[in-house]
């Protein structure tokens, strides 16, 4: 089948992620949803939980670092940090509700994708999924490895650089969400992690796009609750629209 044939199913890396609201309400799909939605439910309450409630106590320690010649400062200071707060904990409970939802989320991504292609809805088993887990916890550490030295350079500018450093960052982790969530589909047919962020960087504007409007509904409360399993359903359509032919169709 060409896809290329077809109209695509959204405009816009932002436009597949609004998808994902809808696929994850379509019937034969909803039930693969449970799951990566309870791991997110849990993890997001608890660290927003935990977050404002220690912020205030933090800000106030820093402030009687500074001191009153200083204080001034804090009034700069309490924006950037939240902002921070707000960006790193999303991706890194992100990350953990990933690495703990990863079987189920390929399970996900796959039956959306057969869903989007007119293909029968295979029933996934229990086994299926547990036979998977260490293909795809080793997929989960291949992004850690690529993440986490990258993170350390965007960390550091973060705190140089005003303003570009904060824009340098928020760039970074929107590009680490699209290579999270669109990574399913590749796994799932077994196309390598470097070669998928090969296929990325052809169409970074997608990709940026995608990550950035996912990282900001990551830093909406409440709505974050939902956004691994809308993120997973909307990477995968834009999958089928802009990479199956050339991975799966052509082969």
């Known amino acids: 089948m060409n896809n290329n044939s077809k109209p695509h199913l959204a405009n816009g890396g932002a436009g597949y992620f609004i998808k994902g609201f809808e696929l994850i309400r379509t019937p034969g799909i909803r039930r693969f949803v449970f799951i990566p939605l309870s791991v997110n439910l849990v993890l997001f309450s608890y660290a927003f939980y935990y977050m404002f409630l220690q912020l205030e106590s933090y800000m106030l320690t820093l402030e009687d670092w500074l001191g009153e010649s200083f204080s001034w400062l804090s009034n700069f200071i309490w924006p950037l940090a939240v902002l921070f707060i707000l960006v790193v904990f999303s ?139 809308v993120a997973i359903c909307g990477a995968t359509a834009l999958w089928v629209d802009h990479y199956r032919n050339e991975f799966v169709d052509r082969a």
């Open 91 to 229: 991706f890194i409970f992100s990350s953990v509700a990933n690495w703990l939802a990863a079987p189920f989320n390929g399970l996900l991504s796959e039956k959306v994708e057969a869903l989007l292609t007119d293909q029968p809805l295979h029933e996934g088993s229990a086994f299926d999924v547990v036979k998977d887990i260490p293909r795809t916890l080793s997929r989960e550490v291949s992004k850690l490895g690529y993440y986490l030295p990258r993170a350390a350079g965007f960390f550091l500018l973060y705190w140089i650089l005003p303003v570009v450093g904060q824009i340098l960052w928020f760039l970074f982790l929107a590009w680490m969400m699209a290579v999270q969530y669109k990574d399913y589909p590749f796994d799932n047919h077994k196309i390598s992690f470097t070669r998928m962020r090969q296929a990325l960087k052809q169409r970074q504007g997608l990709s940026y796009s995608f990550g950035i409007t996912t990282a900001v509904f990551s830093m909406i409360p409440l709505v974050n609750l939902v956004v691994m399993p």
